[in-house]
């Protein structure tokens, strides 16, 4: 669900920021988001572990 979030939240703001700022509101975002929910699988536990 938060992964949903984050990327609807990316797309409209898409054609406002350029592709620093993008990679800043994401990186924010899923840091803000992504991390409250309690939840893990293994997938999320895998991009945390790579990025």
């Given at each position: 669900?938060?992964?949903?979030?984050?990327?609807?939240?990316?797309?409209?703001?898409?054609?406002?920021?350029?592709n620093f700022q993008m990679?800043?509101?994401?990186?924010v975002l899923y840091k803000?988001?992504?991390?409250?929910?309690?939840?893990?699988?293994?997938?999320v536990c895998m991009k945390?572990?790579?990025?």
């Amino acid at each position: 669900m938060n992964e949903n979030v984050i990327r609807t939240i990316s797309s409209e703001m898409n054609t406002y920021l350029n592709n620093f700022q993008m990679k800043k509101l994401y990186s924010v975002l899923y840091k803000n988001i992504a991390l409250k929910d309690e939840s893990f699988d293994n997938n999320v536990c895998m991009k945390k572990f790579y990025n």
